[in-house]
């Protein structure tokens, strides 16, 4: 078993934020549901999981600029990235505190990663977090942050990098467990804080990046049924609270946030301003958005503006159902190739490209549902990896006022199975049901070429070795794309099947179509084969089975 790191270095770091993410990913509607503080609007999960995500695609970045060296990034580069990225990402008030935390530990950790630096790392996160909150408040992410520094600051001198870390996170954990002791809002929801749960996940996945195990620990829920609505950051009613939510980068000099600090204090509350180096995040619930902003202009110069309209949240949630009549429907879909590209957009759908190895972020998929410019969108990923993305993206759709239905096809030829029996006449639940139904019944396949010795499901396999993949694991191994292919296809139809599809890469030549086709038909005479090309960046072949 290969011994923990003593240094959170470059690859360390990056390990954190993927588990992070995922982490997050998996926690993100927990954490959703029991967010009653500072705002009961039910996204504290989802702002966490879009600032991480954010945190991570900085990170990802700085290994790309690398790929082409013999070396990793250097640790400080890799540190800075992250808290860079957590800064222009963050979301929401836990979002902006969060991003915080990791540009106090980036300040310390650019300097080494020993267990040392991560003591005062957490202690440095832990102090600055709450110098960005205006009026910090007991039993939220802030306590949290303190009692994992604490618990470091605890741990046995001479301790390694896998105890201090594990020690900030059973501190956290402990002080995550008193939050409804401390703060009379969550008791009374019978919640811990959302915000401090987030922090625990994201320690945790530090304690798992050096230790090599996820933690032990109590993984809190939300009691049964809906936690109530709660005033915002004062104790008022579910009615009372600022109207809005405004978030903006801002650039602009240390002064100039001095004063608007002062001034946005005035203007609102759950005021936090993070940053440094002449670029902030700026975060505020006022009731008059647009003087929230014109601050902004006035200190410097403010982008990617966010207002939230909380009181129209607050309204919905009072009001009793009404019915409606049909909404425009629209389908987003994920694709891995500019054939299917076409092909999507000519079933009239709404198309993200997926470069290899650069899958769409969130964001991407926003703004593709905001393009789609309808009610009722249907959201197909068509990538296993992309549950977690297009979960937080549909959840950020939903607070916008669209209704999203989710579908977690894992393949491209999944998302064309359900896209072919969408019909925007029908019901948007009975559309929904058919697309899922049609998606689930298509077994998917995937050819790809090793690029290495490696061990797999279906044996070792050699670099130049064409693997089919069935259902996502590898389940052959051939010196051939031909042959791969059509065993795949033998193993797949041997379960039955009614319609082949057939997705060529860029490379493959048409004949291995025709050759695929005859053999199905010779194989197995009612079952009929369709094809496509899925044009550049679309693997070798992409099969399904109806």
Do not use: K
Not at 4 to 21: E, G, H, K
Not at 294 to 319: L, Q, S, Y
Not at 347 to 363: C, F, I
């Amino acid at each position: 078993m290969p011994q923990p790191p003593d240094d959170l270095d470059a690859v360390a770091v990056r390990t954190w934020c993927s588990l992070a993410l995922d982490a997050l990913g998996r926690e993100r509607e927990a954490i959703d549901a029991i967010n009653v503080y500072p705002v009961a609007d039910g996204d504290t999960g989802t702002n966490l999981y879009l600032t991480v995500e954010s945190a991570a695609a900085a990170v990802e970045a700085v290994f790309a600029a690398h790929e082409t060296g013999t070396t990793v990034p250097a640790p400080a580069d890799v540190v800075r990235a992250m808290a860079h990225g957590a800064l222009i990402g963050a979301r929401g008030n836990s979002g902006t505190i969060l991003a915080q935390l990791l540009r106090g530990m980036a300040g310390v950790l650019a300097e080494a990663g020993d267990a040392d630096h991560l003591r005062r790392a957490l202690a440095e996160a832990a102090a600055s977090a709450r110098l960005a909150v205006a009026h910090p408040v007991e039993g939220t992410v802030l306590t949290v942050a303190t009692a994992a520094a604490e618990g470091a600051g605890a741990a046995e001198p001479g301790a390694g990098l896998t105890a201090v870390a594990a020690a900030a996170y059973a501190g956290a954990c402990t002080a995550l467990a008193r939050t409804p002791e401390r703060l009379a809002v969550l008791g009374r929801a019978g919640v811990v804080d959302a915000g401090g749960q987030g922090l625990v996940t994201v320690l945790g996945a530090l304690v798992e990046a050096v230790g090599g195990r996820a933690p032990a620990g109590p993984v809190l829920r939300a009691p049964g049924g809906t936690p109530p609505l709660t005033g915002a950051c004062a104790e008022a009613d579910p009615e009372g609270g600022p109207a809005f939510e405004v978030i903006y980068l801002l650039e602009a000099s240390d002064e100039a946030v001095a004063r608007l600090r002062t001034r946005l204090d005035a203007l609102g509350d759950c005021l936090v301003v993070v940053g440094g180096d002449g670029l902030w995040n700026v975060h505020v619930h006022v009731d008059d958005a647009g003087a929230a902003v014109e601050a902004g202009v006035e200190a410097g110069r403010p982008h990617r503006i966010r207002i939230t309209h909380f009181a129209a949240d607050r309204i919905r949630a009072h009001r009793e159902p009404v019915h409606r009549e049909p909404a425009q429907r629209a389908v987003v879909v994920v694709v891995p190739g500019d054939g299917l590209l076409g092909l999507c957009a000519e079933a009239g759908a709404t198309t993200v490209l997926a470069r290899p190895g650069e899958p769409p972020a969130s964001g991407e998929l926003v703004d593709a549902i905001r393009r789609a410019h309808a009610r009722e969108v249907v959201l197909l990923p068509n990538d296993a990896e992309l549950r977690h993305t297009a979960a937080a993206a549909a959840e950020q759709a939903r607070a916008e006022g669209v209704r999203v239905a989710l579908i977690p096809t894992r393949a491209a030829v999944q998302g064309i199975a359900a896209l072919a029996v969408h019909e925007p006449g029908r019901g948007f639940d009975e559309d929904v049901v058919a697309m899922t139904a049609a998606a689930g019944a298509t077994r998917y396949a995937e050819l790809a070429v090793a690029e290495r010795q490696s061990w797999t499901t279906a044996g070792i396999c050699q670099a130049g070795d064409v693997l089919g993949l069935i259902d996502g694991d590898i389940a052959v191994i051939g010196d051939d794309v031909t042959g791969t292919a059509r065993t795949v296809l033998d193993r797949m139809l041997s379960a039955g099947g009614e319609l082949v599809t057939l997705v060529l890469g860029e490379e493959v030549p048409d004949a291995l179509a025709a050759v695929l086709e005859e053999h199905v038909r010779e194989g197995h005479l009612a079952v009929d084969t369709v094809i496509y090309r899925g044009g550049p960046r679309t693997a070798p072949l992409l099969i399904g089975v109806e």
